[in-house]
């Protein structure tokens, strides 16, 4: 079989290449609706009736959006020349919260740039130096469950992960600075898509709930501004994120801001909610949570890893990613249009049989075994260069949080029927919080 050309290639035969991918005649608000609160029912129904590759639109000013369900396709998307597929454009929705020089918002030379100077902080080495101090906190969380009563599992992972920001990534340690920030950054992760569409409208910031919610996040840059302008002092020797970002790269405090916050915005209901889709898992299946613990009695990181892994590939928290064409492109055998988005549809390849078998069913083994997913199959934390820089921390945390939970409890289901999902934001939460019961081992 021929490779896949690149983007932009011009080996695609002009006479098959048409110009926009069919799609629904919805009217574009509709669609929006449907795409917003309910994305994993309604890409498999465009998928079953137009195909691998199927076209939206969404507001505003009916953006046209193609939708892409075949790794093939995918890789053509994710191995393009960046300059060809701006990510950065796609999320200037989300400048007033994480700022200008958020790495979500960046592209070209300026996205480069500031990889770079990210990467340090998230090599192998820094992630090893982080997994104490993570399953410190987490062993010091999983203490404080109630015994022999339900309760919502991911609420107590969005403490845990925003915690874990907190004292492993800012490296805030003093108690009352802690107490101060904590209610602060809990409304800060709570971002509404009513506040996000401030983005889109800039004057709606001028009045309420935009403006406190605005009042709130310059409380918390006050506070981070100050932690930036005293650790400049004191990096040397600390393994906190910050501290190793002072250490490795030339910043302005207000460069070292947005990433902080972009840090906090994107790794935190991500992570809790990933941990609370593999706890739900593991507290219906007792062969599963047999398996989870002798791990983690053991020390088998490759296993609790692969719970991590499989509950991300059957709940991906984030259903799709984008990227905005820049130039008239040929994709997925059609001629795209500058200024398309192109869509990368991770929850369609998750659940398609063809790369996993039973993709239904909640399998950590099927990462272990000698014929493990292929390639470009498993893709939670995107792909190409715009991979999530924090992917390596989150599996890490990931299997460190396990690794408490289990050495201490054994799990029960009080509701065993699967939990279904809905949308916030742009991730996709257990509906009910995950609810299990957990009793000492």
Not at 204 to 224: A, G, H, M, N
Not at 260 to 268: M, R
Request: aromatic share 8%.
């Amino acid at each position: 079989m021929a490779p896949t050309p690149l983007l932009g290639s011009r080996t695609l035969d002009r006479q098959t290449a048409r110009t926009l991918p069919p799609g629904p005649k919805l009217p574009t608000l509709v669609q929006t609706v449907l795409f917003a609160s309910h994305r994993k029912t309604f890409f498999p129904r465009m998928r079953e009736k137009y195909g691998d590759v199927f076209t939206i639109r969404l507001v505003p000013s009916s953006r046209v959006c193609v939708v892409l369900s075949r790794p093939d396709h995918i890789r053509e998307v994710f191995g393009s020349p960046p300059a060809v597929m701006h990510a950065g454009e796609g999320n200037t929705v989300l400048e007033p919260i994480m700022g200008s020089h958020s790495l979500l918002l960046l592209d070209d030379e300026d996205h480069v740039r500031m990889r770079k100077q990210l990467m340090p902080a998230f090599s192998g080495a820094a992630l090893r130096g982080y997994a104490a101090m993570v399953l410190e906190l987490a062993r010091a969380e999983v203490a404080k469950w109630p015994v022999g009563t339900p309760f919502k599992v991911h609420h107590r992972m969005r403490n845990l992960t925003l915690e874990i920001i907190l004292q492993v990534i800012f490296g805030v340690t003093d108690v009352d600075r802690l107490n101060t920030l904590r209610p602060l950054m809990d409304k800060i992760v709570s971002v509404s898509p009513v506040i996000m569409l401030g983005g889109f409208y800039p004057p709606l910031l001028r009045v309420r709930p935009w403006k406190t919610y605005l009042d709130t996040q310059k409380q918390v840059d006050e506070i981070l501004y100050d932690e930036i302008a005293a650790r400049r002092e004191t990096y040397a020797g600390r393994t906190d994120v910050l501290s190793r970002l002072l250490a490795a790269g030339n910043w302005s405090d207000v460069e070292l801001r947005d990433q902080l916050v972009t840090l906090l915005l994107a790794g935190h209901e991500t992570t809790a909610t990933a941990l609370a889709w593999a706890f739900h898992e593991l507290a219906r299946r007792p062969a599963d949570l047999e398996f989870g613990q002798q791990a983690a009695d053991t020390g088998a990181d490759d296993e609790l890893d692969a719970i991590v892994k499989e509950a991300l590939r059957l709940h991906p928290v984030v259903y799709q990613v984008g990227r905005r064409l820049t130039e008239t492109t040929d994709v997925a055998g059609y001629r795209l249009p500058r200024g398309t988005t192109i869509m990368a549809a991770i929850g369609l390849v998750h659940r398609d049989a063809e790369h996993f078998p039973q993709p239904q069913e909640f399998r950590p083994q099927r990462f272990l075994s000698d014929d493990p997913p292929a390639p470009g199959t498993w893709m939670p934390f995107g792909g190409g260069a715009r991979r999530c820089i924090g992917a390596g921390f989150s599996l890490m945390e990931g299997t460190e949080i396990l690794r408490a939970a289990l050495s201490a409890y054994n799990f029960q289901a009080p509701h065993p029927k699967p939990e279904p999902a809905q949308a916030k934001n742009v991730t996709l939460v257990p509906r009910h919080g995950a609810e299990i019961t957990v009793t000492r081992r």
